[in-house]
């Protein structure tokens, strides 16, 4: 039986555990110990329990576990390479690795230096903790699986069938690297200005707000043109760009997005992932940045504020 190993027992890893435990052998690996028995609750809401093997990383390394099929990466962005560091003595240097992170920081660092293929996963998948035993399924949305260099489409494939198997929707796909430019795209218009006023992702349709989101897709569309990245509807245009950040503004209205609950939480921001990657495409190609560098800065303020 496929084996599969979820580094980072977050509300994705958790998500992805519960999913797949029932027909592939799981084990699920943090950094401190977690209950084995998990709970999670459907989008319907029906309440679900089910033991879950569950190692810390240190326990790992004394556990004889059968080889894994894969290792899903299911940290936050930032923390995702350090995170593989801490197994990689225990897995051959081939083992296939699969990234769930949003943003574009992870993903071209440990395609260039993981030996083994690494494939991408982009999800609209919605899933959040409520407690160190219960994860909420809060929505559905499907899943796209590729790898960086198109050189793994049937391992894309077959994994996309086993999602698909433990109840994702999900297609293997050859332009991941735009999808998940795509979703960077979204992520920088609608993150940083919701986190830093603290508001749901239905207020930014208001006020001065409004306009700060029409600067910042400005210069995102002119660098996603310099990246060569589509929007996934429309031609390459500021106004396709601006049509599909409004309608995701539209549909998760009522939503507290990712980094205003990071925030809430007093944890960094995925700042890095989703405005890094566009700051040094910019600066690459001298394309103005003054709105990202802006957010960047204020996020940055705000989170030493609070670590401090
Ligand atoms: N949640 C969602 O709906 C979606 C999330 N994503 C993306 O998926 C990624 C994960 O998000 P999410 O699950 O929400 O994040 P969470 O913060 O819920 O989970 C991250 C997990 O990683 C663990 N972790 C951190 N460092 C290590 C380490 N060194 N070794 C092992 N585990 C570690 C954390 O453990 P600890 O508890 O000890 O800190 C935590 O359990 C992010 O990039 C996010 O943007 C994408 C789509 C949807
Ligand atoms: C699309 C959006 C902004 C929805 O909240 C999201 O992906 C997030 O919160 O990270």
């Not at 994705?12 to 435990?21: E, I, K, Q």
């Not at 209950?35 to 240190?58: C, D, F, H, W």
């Not at 433990?166 to 940083?192: E, M, Y």
């Not at 990712?258 to 921001?269: C, F, G, I, N, Y």
Request: hydrophobic share 45%; glycine share 6%.
């Amino acid at each position: 039986m496929i084996s599969h190993w979820i580094l980072g027992p977050g509300a994705v890893g958790r998500l992805l555990a519960h999913s797949l435990a029932p027909q592939f052998a799981v084990t699920l690996i943090g950094r401190r110990a977690l209950l084995n028995e998990q709970r999670l609750t459907t989008p319907e809401g029906k309440r679900r329990v089910q033991r879950l093997n569950a190692l810390t990383v240190n326990q790992l390394a004394s556990a004889s576990q059968p080889v894994p099929g894969f290792v899903h990466i299911t940290t936050k962005a930032m923390a995702a390479e350090a995170a593989l560091e801490r197994i990689a003595s225990v897995i051959p240097s081939t083992t296939p690795l699969v990234l769930w992170q949003n943003g574009f920081l992870a993903q071209p660092r440990i395609t260039d230096s993981w030996l083994g293929p690494v494939l991408c996963a982009t999800t609209t998948q919605g899933a959040y903790l409520t407690g160190d035993d219960e994860v909420v399924h809060a929505g559905r949305g499907p899943t796209f699986i590729g790898d960086l260099h198109n050189r793994h489409p049937a391992l894309a494939e077959a994994l996309a069938a086993m999602l698909s198997q433990a109840g994702f929707t999900a297609s293997a796909v050859g332009d991941i690297r735009q999808r998940l430019w795509q979703k960077l795209a979204i992520n920088a218009a609608i993150n940083p200005l919701v986190a830093l006023h603290e508001v749901h992702n239905g207020v930014l349709r208001h006020g001065a707000y409004s306009a700060r989101v029409d600067a910042v897709v400005k210069e995102v569309a002119a660098i996603m043109q310099a990246e060569g990245i589509q929007p996934p509807k429309g031609k390459q245009s500021e106004h396709a760009w601006l049509a599909l950040v409004w309608q995701v503004v539209e549909n998760t209205a009522n939503n507290k997005a990712s980094m205003l609950q990071d925030v809430e939480a007093r944890r960094p921001t995925e700042r890095s992932a989703i405005l890094g990657p566009l700051m040094e495409s910019a600066k690459r190609h001298q394309l103005p940045c003054e709105e990202l560098v802006a957010l960047d800065l204020a996020l940055a303020k705000k989170e030493t504020a609070y670590a401090s």
